[in-house]
């Protein structure tokens, strides 16, 4: 019952203040905002730490000591040697001068960019009394480079501690940039660290001494990375383990974790995403490219909101559930980072979902989003040769304002839908009364465009499509499963629901427990279905609301299907990384241009990757080493299993 | 081996002036003494001694029936009416409802200034000045907000004896006396927790023994024992009453007649063997007594926990006591040579009083800690060290906690440790500040201040962080004042300044009246309790915050409206770690069910210390407050051994108290 308090739903609370801190940066001088006073209050139980001091309490920290006394191979000074340069590579040389001058530009670049940043305020001061009381941990979702400061800029604007963020290390390669994110309070991770020990060591002693001393809050992206899709990744457990730790083992009290959810009614990276989805690499980060994409910075990209969730109390949320004992016997000073068990694994991934799922409750859906739901269901040749008509998109939209407003979402609904079309003119056009996809003009065409390369284009406009789609797809997500499941079954009702849900794990984030509950709830809520006893009825009004639902979700479950049938096809039954992305997306090609199938998303290497991922935890795909094997039989169970989706 | 004179001793030795004040304080009775050398005062001393022990008063009670141990009582040194503190009947003498002696209390007096009543201890007959801002502003307190007692008890408030007839009938034939008079059945029925007074104080009383039994010695007790095997009736033997485990509660689901079995009486010493440094005593004897009493010829044993004045050697043995200065003489278990407990099998002992043995698992380790569950400690022979020559207070104080736990670690790795050194916490030092009695003089107050700016201004302490280590060196004058530089100078290393004597005894006071100030607490409102752990020193720290830290959350949680004092001292330090003990206490106004609250949050504050590799107890003992982390604790083997001993031991479950398993 506590757990489906703990992250329930909560209605929106309609009172909550969001405004616009652009608003007085247009009324007032940016470098007197650059130049304020800046006096935040800090941890109490902490005290001040210089970088510098930082640096030193973690190179001198007996843990790091006995792992470098461990390293074999060399002498203690070479081992030490490594451990400061690694320290050096990694650590953050937070400095107010460049908060400054970080605030300046950002106001510039922001007013700029940005129609209005629309801060919750509530929960902003909600954030400064946690801040003061335990180490917070703000974790914010990761959908554009815009993000990476933003946060910063608000905590400086409204005299919050600077945070601390942990960074990919391609950034600190950057030229003046790496530098200026440093002195920011950017500290940098490489990203395949493997089997370094020492490596390990030094970063979970930074970020542990960080979380420790509470001299300023930790940033991190649980997810790990940007979203290409602007949906929810699983959320990655190594550093949530090292922040962790400290309460674990009884180092502090308690830790608050934020969620911050940023949402973005249009994204600077809209059409990168795209291309990297369909296998166009990702730019390295280089500052000559950043200078660039400055090309995006003429364009609006209408409003930021930038919600701080309500501070979850890791005391809290883990009481009764790990056995704080299990660390007693180990030394303080012999600590190793060491295997967590099973039980430490399983609630420290409850936990980022938990988080995960808070930052997708907390953002807020703009009526774009709703659109493109309605859009994506429409035959593609809709989109591209007849238009979807403009008042039929309107009428529906408004349908799903009131449906969406029954589950409790928040809504930015300040703009009219026709300036939502203005501002994704990239995407979409409307002539005539009607919308049209826009599809990315070729080359002056010098040769005929092949069948191929039509396909990649169309595909190209319809997964930014889906990326805004996929902006409100949690909401939807467990009331789409549940139609599913009803389109199927009713006496195996909640069967079909787990075998959904397990299938779809990587796909969206459902945090364990409660999750039928819920979709049975919302459904209930917007007056589909009945529940009489132990049995759903749909009712008689529901029908329209659950094709809606199962629309939504069909391309996910279609692209499912190619994936099922490549490996079905796969000979032999071994194959490599390489050699799965290509085999698929050469299948869904195959399939879209014989009509076999009419999803454009299958396309979408994320979702392919995320379809193998669910098989390897199905236990259909084993990885072998640097293989794949695949278990034939029952890949074919499950496509069949799904298949009935389809009747 | 010295016997002692067994020629009976004329009156004329009677009026011989009396060395031992009732009852003395702890607090001032530790003046150093240096002629302990000196032969012919220590004969004279033990001349006294021996005359005063051996009258017996021939008081004899009409409900109880007086009886003595003839065989013995010709040759053994025993505590007669003058010296003895514990009457048979403890209420004429000591509160019902609460700690200590009738006539020592705190109070708030009319001008609302704190005194404590009576003359037995340093601090009687004095005022207290800063009491009163302290516990009004720490706890939001207020004098216009009383919460009184119920004066008197309510003989009502007990069901009648549940006697078992014929067991009563053997006992009469056997001479031992006994009671079933109610307020004698009240004060055995419970130790001193927090819940135990509280229900005291509002006349609320649950399951009472049923009967109580004084044996007079050894042979009583295999008497008795004997006799509640036969007829099954359930015991619980009774110490000091001092218990803070409820391990004096009898169980609600007993059906058989209780019997408490009071030790009180059982308190000679039997002999002091001055060539092995040893002495033989009846376990009734309380601390006092048997420090006041070694003292006289020239001993001590050493052993002073915070309970002595009233607390019996018998239940330091039970309940596997520590004593404050144990750095020099140790814990129970390293005093304790020899000890002979009486079971429903028989007499446990060991055959011989060599100083250590390897002879399998030692079976005294089964009797310490067994918390009355396996039979009843009748006698114990106890080391014995001559009294010190020179006894010197002293306090530190450090900028932070933080640096003092350093200290203390390094003066533990050093093993330098004096008789006793404690750290408090800032909300301690506050504490114990403000139980300063009033000075007289304005020298006094004039040097006071020129301390404090001293430590807060010259050397930037935060009077909120800062934190004082309260010290007592003990031995050769020269030794110490060797041993307190060398403290010094660790503590100097740690930003550490020395902070006077007077700061450290007053530490020491504190220990001796917390109790006292809990019921003046109660008086208005507030209720508290303390606890102890141990942990290792890489912990201390942690889990010192974390309690704290915990005790504060619960307390908002549980709807408390008035912030806690939430408050910690390192106490003891050995080699691998430290003991911690946790005052906790709040105020009531606007709860329901306060001691619900309490309880709860006591708990809560067990859970934490267990999470952060803490003990489930260090001293205070498991009883039932604590069974139920026993598990946990020692094991499901563990519990198993401790099991099938109790099953050997006593299968009917005589010792019925349901302590520990």
């Given at each position: 019952v506590t757990e489906s308090v703990l992250y329930s739903r909560p209605d929106w609370n309609h009172d909550e203040e969001?405004?616009?801190?652009?608003?007085?940066?247009?009324?007032?001088?940016?470098?007197?905002?650059?130049l304020r006073t800046f006096n935040p209050q800090p941890y109490q139980g902490g005290q001040p730490c210089s970088a510098a001091e930082l640096t030193k309490t973690v190179l001198e920290s007996q843990h790091l000591c006995y792992v470098i006394a461990l390293e074999t191979g060399s002498s203690i000074e070479e081992v030490t040697e490594e451990a400061r340069r690694t320290l050096d590579e990694m650590s953050q040389n937070l400095q107010l001068g460049f908060i400054r001058l970080m605030s300046f530009t950002l106001t510039k670049v922001f007013k700029k960019l940005f129609s209005s940043i629309f801060v919750n305020m509530d929960t902003l001061s909600t954030l400064q009394q946690s801040i003061q009381q335990t180490p917070v941990i703000l974790m914010p979702n990761h959908r554009s480079y815009v993000d990476f400061l933003v946060i910063s800029y608000i905590m400086f604007s409204y005299d919050l501690p600077i945070p601390v963020i942990a960074a990919g290390i391609p950034l600190a390669g950057m030229k003046m940039v790496g530098e200026i994110l440093r002195r920011s309070g950017a500290f940098f991770i490489r990203r395949a660290i493997g089997s370094d020990k020492l490596y390990w060591a030094v970063l979970s002693e930074y970020v542990k001494t960080i979380v420790r001393k509470g001299h300023a809050p930790l940033e991190f992206y649980v997810e790990g990375l940007r979203?290409?899709?602007?949906?929810?990744?699983?959320?990655?457990?190594?550093?949530?383990?090292?922040?962790?730790?400290?309460?674990?083992?009884?180092?502090?009290?308690?830790?608050?974790?934020?969620?911050?959810?940023?949402?973005?009614?249009?994204?600077?990276?809209?059409?990168?995403?795209?291309?990297?989805?369909?296998?166009?690499?990702?730019?390295?980060?280089s500052t000559t490219g950043l200078l660039k994409a400055s090309s995006v910075l003429q364009d609006s990209y209408g409003a930021m909101h930038v919600n701080f969730g309500h501070p979850l109390s890791v005391r809290e949320l883990l009481k009764g559930k790990i056995n704080r004992c299990q660390y007693n016997f180990v030394p303080r000073s012999k600590d190793l980072p060491q295997k967590p068990s099973a039980e430490v694994q399983a609630c420290v991934s409850w936990l980022a979902h938990v988080v995960v799922g808070t930052q997708e409750q907390g953002s807020v859906i703009s009526p774009w989003s709703l659109m493109t739901c309605l859009l994506l269901q429409a035959p593609i040749t809709v989109l591209t040769v007849e238009g979807f008509p403009w008042h039929q998109l309107t009428e529906k939209t408004l349908w799903l304002k009131r449906l969406v407003l029954n589950y409790g979402v928040r809504l930015n609904w300040s703009d009219v839908m026709s300036s939502s079309l203005t501002l994704h003119r990239s995407v979409v056009q409307r002539k005539a009364d009607r919308v049209y996809l826009v599809r990315e003009k070729n080359e002056p065409r010098r040769r005929p465009v092949s069948e191929e390369a039509s396909v990649t284009a169309t595909a190209k406009s319809v997964l930014m499509l889906a990326a805004y789609r996929n902006q409100s797809m949690h909401v939807f997500v467990r009331p789409a499963l549940l139609a599913v499941a009803l389109n199927i079954t009713r006496n195996e009702l909640f069967a079909f629901f787990c075998f959904l849900?397990?299938?779809?794990?990587?796909?969206?984030?459902?945090?364990?427990?409660?999750?039928?509950?819920?979709a049975c709830l919302l459904l209930k809520k917007c007056g589909a279905i009945r529940i009489n006893s132990d049995e759903v009825i749909v009712s008689d009004s529901g029908q329209e609301i659950l094709s809606f639902h199962q629309s939504l979700i069909q391309p996910f479950i279609d692209s499912y299907q190619v994936t099922f049938s490549s490996l079905s096809e796969q000979e032999p039954d071994v194959f490599t990384d390489?050699?799965?992305?290509?085999?698929?997306?050469n299948l869904a090609t195959r399939l879209l241009l014989s009509g076999e199938i009419h999803t454009y998303e299958a396309l979408s290497s994320d979702t392919q990757k995320n379809s193998l991922s669910a098989l390897q935890r199905l236990e259909a795909v084993r990885k072998l080493r640097a293989e794949y094997k695949v278990d034939k039989a029952a890949v074919k169970h499950l496509a069949d299993r799904l298949c009935k989706s389809h009747q | 081996m010295r016997r002692l004179p067994l020629t009976p001793v004329t009156a004329s030795h009677r009026s011989a002036p009396s060395i031992h004040k009732h009852g003395s304080s702890m607090a001032s009775n530790i003046s150093g003494s240096s002629s302990s050398s000196d032969r012919q005062r220590v004969a004279q001393h033990r001349l006294r001694v021996i005359a005063g022990h051996l009258q017996r008063s021939a008081e004899s009670d009409s409900v109880i029936q007086a009886a003595e141990c003839k065989a013995s009582v010709s040759e053994s040194v025993a505590?007669?009416?003058?010296?003895?503190?514990?009457?048979?009947?403890?209420?004429?003498?000591?509160?019902?409802?609460?700690?200590?002696?009738s006539d020592s209390r705190f109070l708030f007096n009319k001008k609302g200034q704190a005194e404590f009543t009576g003359k037995r201890y340093r601090l009687s007959g004095l005022i207290i000045p800063g009491l009163k801002d302290w516990f009004e502003g720490t706890f939001g307190a207020n004098l216009q907000h009383k919460s009184p007692a119920t004066p008197i008890l309510n003989s009502n408030a007990t069901h009648p004896p549940n006697l078992n007839k014929a067991f009563v009938e053997e006992l009469k034939s056997t001479g031992v006396p006994f009671s079933h008079d109610t307020e004698d059945r009240v004060f055995r029925a419970h130790g001193h927790c927090l819940h135990e007074i509280f229900a005291l104080r509002e006349g609320k009383v649950g399951r009472v023994p049923d009967m109580v039994v004084w044996p007079n010695c050894h042979n009583d007790v295999v008497k008795i024992v004997e006799l509640a095997t036969k007829h099954d009736v359930c015991l619980i033997p009774y110490g000091g009453g001092t218990s803070v485990s409820s391990a004096l509660e009898c169980p609600p689901e007993e059906t058989r007649s209780i019997v408490s079995l009071d030790t009180s009486q059982m308190n000679r010493i039997l002999w002091i063997d001055e060539k092995n440094l040893t002495a033989h005593m009846e376990a009734g004897i309380i601390g006092q007594d048997l420090e006041r009493l070694l003292n006289e010829i020239g001993y001590c044993t050493g052993h002073e926990p915070d309970s002595m004045e009233f607390s019996s050697l018998g239940g330091w043995v039970a309940t596997r006591a520590s004593g404050m200065k144990k750095n020099i003489y140790g814990n129970i278990e390293d005093l304790v040579v020899h000890i002979k407990m009486v079971t429903p099998q028989g007499v446990i002992e060991k055959g011989c009083v060599g100083p250590r043995m390897s002879t399998g698992p030692d079976i005294h380790h089964f009797i310490l800690g067994s918390e009355g569950t396996l039979g009843v400690v009748t006698e114990v022979t106890m080391k014995i060290r001559p009294m010190p020559e020179y006894q010197k207070y002293g306090s530190v104080v450090f900028p932070n906690f933080e640096q003092g736990v350093a200290c203390l670690r390094e003066v533990a790795r050093q093993r330098c440790a004096p008789a006793s050194i404690r750290l408090m916490d800032n909300e301690q030092f506050k504490f114990g500040h403000a139980l300063k009695p009033q000075v007289s003089s304005l020298f006094t107050s004039f040097v006071d201040g020129l301390k404090k700016f001293y430590i807060t201004k010259f050397k930037g302490f935060d009077p909120n962080h800062l934190c004082v280590a309260t010290l007592l060196f003990e031995g050769d004058r020269e030794k110490v004042l060797q041993h307190e530089k060398q403290v010094y100078d660790i503590a100097a290393k740690f930003g550490g300044l020395a902070a006077g004597e007077d700061n450290g005894q007053r530490g020491y006071m504190l220990t001796f009246v917390i109790a006292y100030l809990r019921d003046l607490g109660m008086d208005y409102y507030v209720i508290g309790e303390s606890f102890e752990t141990s942990v290792p020193w890489d912990r201390v720290l942690d889990i010192c915050r974390n309690v704290k830290a915990r005790i504060i959350h619960e307390c908002k949680e549980k709807g408390v409206q008035?912030?806690?004092?939430?408050?910690?001292?390192?106490?003891?330090?050995?080699?691998?770690?430290?003991?911690?003990?946790?005052?906790?206490?709040?105020?009531?106004?606007?709860l329901s069910d306060p001691v619900h609250v309490y309880e709860q949050v006591e708990h809560a504050a067990r859970e934490e210390i267990l999470a952060n590799g803490g003990s489930l107890s260090h001293h205070h003992g498991v009883g039932t407050l604590r069974k139920e982390w026993m598990r946990e604790t020692i094991s499901s083997v563990g519990m198993g051994m401790l099991k099938s001993v109790k099953d050997f031991v006593d299968p009917k479950n005589i010792f019925g108290n349901r302590n520990l398993l």
């Amino acid at each position: 019952v506590t757990e489906s308090v703990l992250y329930s739903r909560p209605d929106w609370n309609h009172d909550e203040e969001f405004v616009d801190i652009l608003e007085d940066r247009r009324h007032s001088s940016d470098l007197g905002h650059a130049l304020r006073t800046f006096n935040p209050q800090p941890y109490q139980g902490g005290q001040p730490c210089s970088a510098a001091e930082l640096t030193k309490t973690v190179l001198e920290s007996q843990h790091l000591c006995y792992v470098i006394a461990l390293e074999t191979g060399s002498s203690i000074e070479e081992v030490t040697e490594e451990a400061r340069r690694t320290l050096d590579e990694m650590s953050q040389n937070l400095q107010l001068g460049f908060i400054r001058l970080m605030s300046f530009t950002l106001t510039k670049v922001f007013k700029k960019l940005f129609s209005s940043i629309f801060v919750n305020m509530d929960t902003l001061s909600t954030l400064q009394q946690s801040i003061q009381q335990t180490p917070v941990i703000l974790m914010p979702n990761h959908r554009s480079y815009v993000d990476f400061l933003v946060i910063s800029y608000i905590m400086f604007s409204y005299d919050l501690p600077i945070p601390v963020i942990a960074a990919g290390i391609p950034l600190a390669g950057m030229k003046m940039v790496g530098e200026i994110l440093r002195r920011s309070g950017a500290f940098f991770i490489r990203r395949a660290i493997g089997s370094d020990k020492l490596y390990w060591a030094v970063l979970s002693e930074y970020v542990k001494t960080i979380v420790r001393k509470g001299h300023a809050p930790l940033e991190f992206y649980v997810e790990g990375l940007r979203s290409r899709t602007l949906k929810s990744i699983t959320p990655k457990l190594g550093m949530m383990h090292m922040v962790l730790e400290p309460y674990l083992k009884g180092q502090v009290f308690d830790i608050t974790l934020v969620p911050v959810s940023i949402s973005y009614d249009r994204v600077l990276e809209e059409s990168l995403l795209s291309h990297e989805l369909l296998g166009v690499p990702k730019p390295k980060e280089s500052t000559t490219g950043l200078l660039k994409a400055s090309s995006v910075l003429q364009d609006s990209y209408g409003a930021m909101h930038v919600n701080f969730g309500h501070p979850l109390s890791v005391r809290e949320l883990l009481k009764g559930k790990i056995n704080r004992c299990q660390y007693n016997f180990v030394p303080r000073s012999k600590d190793l980072p060491q295997k967590p068990s099973a039980e430490v694994q399983a609630c420290v991934s409850w936990l980022a979902h938990v988080v995960v799922g808070t930052q997708e409750q907390g953002s807020v859906i703009s009526p774009w989003s709703l659109m493109t739901c309605l859009l994506l269901q429409a035959p593609i040749t809709v989109l591209t040769v007849e238009g979807f008509p403009w008042h039929q998109l309107t009428e529906k939209t408004l349908w799903l304002k009131r449906l969406v407003l029954n589950y409790g979402v928040r809504l930015n609904w300040s703009d009219v839908m026709s300036s939502s079309l203005t501002l994704h003119r990239s995407v979409v056009q409307r002539k005539a009364d009607r919308v049209y996809l826009v599809r990315e003009k070729n080359e002056p065409r010098r040769r005929p465009v092949s069948e191929e390369a039509s396909v990649t284009a169309t595909a190209k406009s319809v997964l930014m499509l889906a990326a805004y789609r996929n902006q409100s797809m949690h909401v939807f997500v467990r009331p789409a499963l549940l139609a599913v499941a009803l389109n199927i079954t009713r006496n195996e009702l909640f069967a079909f629901f787990c075998f959904l849900q397990s299938l779809f794990s990587y796909e969206f984030i459902f945090i364990p427990g409660m999750q039928f509950e819920d979709a049975c709830l919302l459904l209930k809520k917007c007056g589909a279905i009945r529940i009489n006893s132990d049995e759903v009825i749909v009712s008689d009004s529901g029908q329209e609301i659950l094709s809606f639902h199962q629309s939504l979700i069909q391309p996910f479950i279609d692209s499912y299907q190619v994936t099922f049938s490549s490996l079905s096809e796969q000979e032999p039954d071994v194959f490599t990384d390489k050699q799965f992305l290509p085999a698929v997306r050469n299948l869904a090609t195959r399939l879209l241009l014989s009509g076999e199938i009419h999803t454009y998303e299958a396309l979408s290497s994320d979702t392919q990757k995320n379809s193998l991922s669910a098989l390897q935890r199905l236990e259909a795909v084993r990885k072998l080493r640097a293989e794949y094997k695949v278990d034939k039989a029952a890949v074919k169970h499950l496509a069949d299993r799904l298949c009935k989706s389809h009747q | 081996m010295r016997r002692l004179p067994l020629t009976p001793v004329t009156a004329s030795h009677r009026s011989a002036p009396s060395i031992h004040k009732h009852g003395s304080s702890m607090a001032s009775n530790i003046s150093g003494s240096s002629s302990s050398s000196d032969r012919q005062r220590v004969a004279q001393h033990r001349l006294r001694v021996i005359a005063g022990h051996l009258q017996r008063s021939a008081e004899s009670d009409s409900v109880i029936q007086a009886a003595e141990c003839k065989a013995s009582v010709s040759e053994s040194v025993a505590a007669d009416s003058e010296t003895r503190t514990v009457p048979r009947r403890r209420q004429e003498i000591m509160k019902w409802n609460g700690w200590g002696y009738s006539d020592s209390r705190f109070l708030f007096n009319k001008k609302g200034q704190a005194e404590f009543t009576g003359k037995r201890y340093r601090l009687s007959g004095l005022i207290i000045p800063g009491l009163k801002d302290w516990f009004e502003g720490t706890f939001g307190a207020n004098l216009q907000h009383k919460s009184p007692a119920t004066p008197i008890l309510n003989s009502n408030a007990t069901h009648p004896p549940n006697l078992n007839k014929a067991f009563v009938e053997e006992l009469k034939s056997t001479g031992v006396p006994f009671s079933h008079d109610t307020e004698d059945r009240v004060f055995r029925a419970h130790g001193h927790c927090l819940h135990e007074i509280f229900a005291l104080r509002e006349g609320k009383v649950g399951r009472v023994p049923d009967m109580v039994v004084w044996p007079n010695c050894h042979n009583d007790v295999v008497k008795i024992v004997e006799l509640a095997t036969k007829h099954d009736v359930c015991l619980i033997p009774y110490g000091g009453g001092t218990s803070v485990s409820s391990a004096l509660e009898c169980p609600p689901e007993e059906t058989r007649s209780i019997v408490s079995l009071d030790t009180s009486q059982m308190n000679r010493i039997l002999w002091i063997d001055e060539k092995n440094l040893t002495a033989h005593m009846e376990a009734g004897i309380i601390g006092q007594d048997l420090e006041r009493l070694l003292n006289e010829i020239g001993y001590c044993t050493g052993h002073e926990p915070d309970s002595m004045e009233f607390s019996s050697l018998g239940g330091w043995v039970a309940t596997r006591a520590s004593g404050m200065k144990k750095n020099i003489y140790g814990n129970i278990e390293d005093l304790v040579v020899h000890i002979k407990m009486v079971t429903p099998q028989g007499v446990i002992e060991k055959g011989c009083v060599g100083p250590r043995m390897s002879t399998g698992p030692d079976i005294h380790h089964f009797i310490l800690g067994s918390e009355g569950t396996l039979g009843v400690v009748t006698e114990v022979t106890m080391k014995i060290r001559p009294m010190p020559e020179y006894q010197k207070y002293g306090s530190v104080v450090f900028p932070n906690f933080e640096q003092g736990v350093a200290c203390l670690r390094e003066v533990a790795r050093q093993r330098c440790a004096p008789a006793s050194i404690r750290l408090m916490d800032n909300e301690q030092f506050k504490f114990g500040h403000a139980l300063k009695p009033q000075v007289s003089s304005l020298f006094t107050s004039f040097v006071d201040g020129l301390k404090k700016f001293y430590i807060t201004k010259f050397k930037g302490f935060d009077p909120n962080h800062l934190c004082v280590a309260t010290l007592l060196f003990e031995g050769d004058r020269e030794k110490v004042l060797q041993h307190e530089k060398q403290v010094y100078d660790i503590a100097a290393k740690f930003g550490g300044l020395a902070a006077g004597e007077d700061n450290g005894q007053r530490g020491y006071m504190l220990t001796f009246v917390i109790a006292y100030l809990r019921d003046l607490g109660m008086d208005y409102y507030v209720i508290g309790e303390s606890f102890e752990t141990s942990v290792p020193w890489d912990r201390v720290l942690d889990i010192c915050r974390n309690v704290k830290a915990r005790i504060i959350h619960e307390c908002k949680e549980k709807g408390v409206q008035f912030p806690p004092l939430s408050t910690c001292r390192v106490t003891q330090t050995y080699d691998a770690g430290a003991c911690i003990y946790f005052y906790f206490a709040f105020n009531y106004r606007g709860l329901s069910d306060p001691v619900h609250v309490y309880e709860q949050v006591e708990h809560a504050a067990r859970e934490e210390i267990l999470a952060n590799g803490g003990s489930l107890s260090h001293h205070h003992g498991v009883g039932t407050l604590r069974k139920e982390w026993m598990r946990e604790t020692i094991s499901s083997v563990g519990m198993g051994m401790l099991k099938s001993v109790k099953d050997f031991v006593d299968p009917k479950n005589i010792f019925g108290n349901r302590n520990l398993l």
